[in-house]
């Protein structure tokens, strides 16, 4: 339920703040006063689009604070919401938000003292309260509406039907993409296959990369390589006595003989050995590779070839090897679904049937559930309609065939028959906005004990209607208050009295500035307010004792 609600620099409010009960909470106040600033602050902080004209003239920004304690079922929905989001849970059941709008645009959402998006906040504030008010009223006339309450009321899982419509959606989407692909399927499948065949002829592999570039290279220049690497073995290790080997060997016999006289010399004649052998070493190296070297030129022209062919598949496919086997993998797949084209359309098409099949399965079954429910709704709402003033009013909820869709395959009407002798007609049709309200107020009560969400907001159920039928929504009021809380704005003393918590929204004009307030009323406070519904305020006056009277014949227990 809603705990608090704190509003500070919206419109008319410049600071006031409201706590709420359960049960039945009244708000009151003349035409004005701010009693829907109220209602835009709750829709503020259950996700509403932000508005900066809103802030308080002269203000930075606008802040609302809201805060609910909740348990059961919807405590467990919105700490699922939370743990995606990575919000911080609710410790001891209570759920903080806190917006903020600022005059130059844009604003700021914190949830349990954690930023969060409007997207979040939304998912959250659907969770947990409910708002009513005459543009919501409209909405009942909408099917998608009546479906909702409906399935409600009944307790349908639609899970099992969304599953199945997405299954058909799904295979119908493959079947179409298949059916309404290139027209030619003839010239496509050739020119896939000449690809294919083209890449797969040239048998390409990783060496075609840079290995085949170092190959071709070395085979351009095979004469100066051999040329130079042979008189560089030469050098290092030739036959002449003026090879760098010759020259260290005898460097090593000289300091061998120096050693039997000098005996430090002996690492030296080491030294000279050591490198003796790393040359003959790096000699042999060089020669050996030079005698792999192929500089023959059919060689030459074959690798000429290769690295002209690899060039002429990456200018035309793709710039790397790698990247023409891929797209060589992709073409051959296509090749194949349009050579097995006319199997897969078969396989496709008995796939929708099947699909098709299994949505109206689970459709019928949701329509049994539907019927069933919609004849127990329909008998609970006209004998709450009798309740509100529609003595001879008819109720009736239709479940016909429909499109299949998600939601099954019903269309859903609620069906109205205001006055005797008149056939029932969509609701929409024929309803005034205070007989849809009533209409809606008589199912939210039924639908009570089946919801989840904690809080129903009311904004004006009770307009256009007075006396007895106030008296009767009052009531109403308060029987659904019993299973949520509600919150409910009105201007009929009627139903004002049965609130377990009344709080009057007024407003005064100071410094040139007005400023709305809220305040808590008992006692006496509550009789004067209750009286100034009824048209006279005034200590002692006829209108003070029907507050009275009113008061204590609703027998509200004020919390």
Same mark, same amino acid.
């Given at each position: ?58 203000? %930075? ?14 405590? =467990?929905? *919105? ?12 410790? &001891? ?65 639609l899970s099992a039907c969304a599953a199945a419509w997405s299954a058909l959606s ?24 000449? +690809? ?5 002829? +040239? ?13 071709? %290279? ?7 390589? *051999?040329?130079?690497? =042979? ?38 004649? /080491? +030294?000279?050995?050591?490198?003796? %052998? ?28 290769? !690295?002209?062919? !690899? ?14 086997? /891929? ?40 329509? %049994? ?6 004849? &127990? ?57 205070? /007989? ?16 989840? *969400? ?50 009057? *929204?007024?407003?005064? !004009? ?42 204590a014949s609703a027998g509200a227990n004020r919390k």
């Amino acid at each position: 339920m809603l705990s608090r609600l704190s509003v500070r620099n919206l419109a008319v409010v410049e600071d006031a703040e409201a706590s709420f009960c359960p049960g039945l909470n009244v708000i009151t106040g003349e035409t004005g006063s701010g009693k829907s600033v109220l209602k835009g602050a709750l829709e503020l902080a259950l996700g509403a689009r932000a508005d900066a004209s809103a802030v308080r003239e002269g203000a %930075a920004e606008a802040r609302v604070e809201a805060e609910f304690n909740l348990s059961g079922a919807a405590l =467990s929905a *919105v700490a699922e919401v939370l743990e995606e989001a990575d919000l911080p849970p609710c410790e &001891n059941g209570t759920l903080s938000i806190r917006r903020t709008v600022c005059a130059s645009g844009g604003g700021r959402i914190r949830v349990n003292d954690a930023s969060a998006t409007g997207r979040t906040l939304r998912r959250i504030g659907s969770l947990v309260a409910d708002l009513h008010g005459p543009e919501d009223s409209r909405a009942m006339a909408d099917g998608s509406v009546q479906r909702r309450l409906l399935d409600s009321y009944a307790g349908a899982d639609l899970s099992a039907c969304a599953a199945a419509w997405s299954a058909l959606s799904s295979a119908r989407k493959a079947l179409d993409s298949l059916k309404n692909g290139v027209a030619d399927f003839a010239a496509e499948a050739e020119s896939l296959r000449w +690809a294919v065949d083209e890449i797969d002829a +040239a048998s390409l592999t990783e060496d075609d990369e840079e290995p085949l570039s170092a190959r071709h %290279a070395a085979a351009a220049h095979a004469a100066e390589i *051999v040329e130079d690497a =042979s008189a560089a073995a030469e050098a290092l290790d030739g036959d002449g006595g003026s090879s760098a080997a010759a020259a260290l060997l005898e460097a090593e016999n000289r300091l061998a003989a120096a050693a039997r006289h000098f005996p430090e010399a002996a690492e030296w004649r /080491e +030294a000279a050995a050591s490198a003796v %052998a790393q040359i003959q070493e790096l000699a042999r190296t060089v020669t050996d590779a030079v005698s792999r070297i192929d500089a023959d030129p059919e060689s030459l022209a074959a690798l000429d070839e290769r !690295v002209s062919l !690899v060039k002429r598949l990456k200018r035309k496919y793709a710039p790397t090897v790698a990247e023409i086997l /891929e797209l060589r993998d992709a073409k051959a797949a296509r090749l194949d679904d349009i050579e097995h084209r006319a199997e897969r359309l078969e396989a496709l098409e008995k796939e929708v049937a099947e699909a098709e099949k299994r949505v109206r399965a689970e459709g019928a079954a949701l329509s %049994a559930i539907r019927r069933k429910a919609a004849k &127990n709704l329909a008998a609970a709402v006209t004998a709450g309609l009798h309740g509100l003033g529609f003595l001879k009013s008819g109720f009736s909820v239709s479940v016909e065939p429909g499109e299949p869709s998600s939601c099954g395959c019903d269309e859903i009407r609620f069906m109205f028959a205001p006055n005797p002798g008149e056939p029932a007609r969509p609701l929409g049709e024929i309803a005034s906005s205070g /007989e849809i309200a009533r209409v809606m107020l008589a199912a939210e009560s039924v639908l009570a004990e089946h919801g989840s *969400v904690p809080t129903l907001f009311f904004d004006e159920m009770d307009s256009n209607i007075g006396g007895e039928t106030g008296r009767a929504v009052g009531e109403r009021l308060r029987e659904t208050a019993k299973h949520r809380q509600v919150i409910a704005i009105t201007h009929l003393p009627q139903s004002a009295v049965f609130g377990d918590r009344h709080l009057a *929204v007024s407003k005064s !004009v100071s410094g040139g500035r007005t400023r709305a307030r809220i305040d808590l009323l008992e006692g006496d406070a509550l009789v004067k307010e209750i009286a100034r519904m009824l048209g006279d305020s005034a200590e002692g006056s006829a209108a003070a004792a029907h507050a009275r009277e009113l008061i204590a014949s609703a027998g509200a227990n004020r919390k």
